[in-house]
């Protein structure tokens, strides 16, 4: 393919993303303001679960071609890239208060996924029915949310707060807006990976990195546009959920289908035991302690998120 067409469809990939991130945090902002829902438990439910959508599909395909380390992997990788690099860049920019009633359970589920992750494959396989213990957690998760989403509304009929008024046609367009944002996220991240290897190669940078970077922060890119459209848009509670709501997910769903798929028996390899979820974890307990005590991020947590990242990557490419 000539280089010219890589480079036109790179820069596509990057104009869906960048529009599709625009369009998809405007659709969640006016579905907040509309039911009246905060926008920290819109961003933990809706937007995470669209989110994640590329996580889901890599791992579930990588379990269905035998390429099992690929599915692990991801998902695995995908949540250390949202709290170190993701979360990290957004806490360093918006080191932003939090509300404790609905951070604290969720994020306490975030940590539980990991540390029972890491449990359950310590002997190098994930059985289905073990697996089934995340999916409780994740079980857990959604019913949360959905109990402080009901309280949300009742307390904004009850004190009479107002809401935004909306016309049918502005709600099928909003809801379409939404809609047409995450595809746009999710084919702009393909176009973007897919070619952005392509140009990697072509200029001559290794491969084992680009695997490293591409594939692990590639199917983050959903959270990386939400984030930074978050930012410019001063919606840090919007980042922050989507970011907790897509790491439960992230390993508390996807692994158990991936288990289920693969006949109940998901093989783990020794580098995800020994490093991934360790790494993981501490990035895990970096991102919320300070918040669960202190009920605010700091603009130091942000940086040790970066820097443990950045060791992390290079102790992958070593």
Not at 239 to 255: E, R
Not at 270 to 291: E, F, K, M, S, Y
């Amino acid at each position: 393919m000539s280089i010219w067409i890589t480079v036109l469809l790179f820069l596509v990939g990057l104009l869906l993303i960048v529009k599709g991130g625009d369009w998809f945090l405007d659709g969640a902002v006016w579905i907040a303001e509309a039911t009246g829902v905060p926008r920290f438990i819109i961003g933990a439910t809706i937007v995470s679960l669209a989110t994640t959508l590329p996580e889901l599909t890599v791992s579930v395909t990588g379990v269905l071609q035998n390429e099992v380390d690929l599915a692990v992997g991801n998902a695995v990788g995908s949540v250390t890239a949202n709290l170190g690099l993701i979360l990290g860049i957004s806490v360093f920019c918006i080191p932003s208060a939090i509300s404790k009633k609905q951070f604290n359970f969720k994020a306490v589920l975030m940590v539980s996924g990991a540390v029972l992750l890491l449990v359950l494959c310590r002997n190098g396989v994930l059985s289905f029915l073990p697996s089934l213990l995340l999916f409780a957690v994740f079980i857990a998760y959604l019913g949360n949310n959905i109990l402080d989403a009901k309280a949300s509304m009742q307390e904004s009929r009850s004190e009479h707060l107002e809401r935004r008024t909306t016309s049918h046609r502005q709600m099928v367009m909003k809801l379409g807006m939404f809609a047409i944002g995450i595809a746009a996220i999710v084919i702009g991240s393909r176009l973007l990976i897919d070619y952005g290897s392509e140009l990697a190669l072509l200029l001559g940078v290794p491969a084992s990195i680009i695997g490293v970077t591409m594939v692990a922060i590639g199917t983050s890119l959903p959270e990386l546009v939400t984030t930074l459209t978050a930012i410019a848009k001063k919606e840090a509670s919007m980042s922050v959920g989507n970011i907790i709501g897509a790491n439960v997910i992230d390993l508390t769903m996807i692994l158990p289908i991936c288990s289920a798929v693969s006949g109940g028996r998901l093989t783990i390899g020794g580098q995800t035991t020994a490093l991934d979820l360790p790494a993981c974890l501490l990035l895990c307990c970096v991102a919320v302690v300070p918040p669960l005590f202190k009920g605010k991020f700091y603009r130091w947590q942000g940086v040790v998120m970066l820097g443990l990242y950045a060791a992390y990557v290079v102790k992958l490419v070593a």
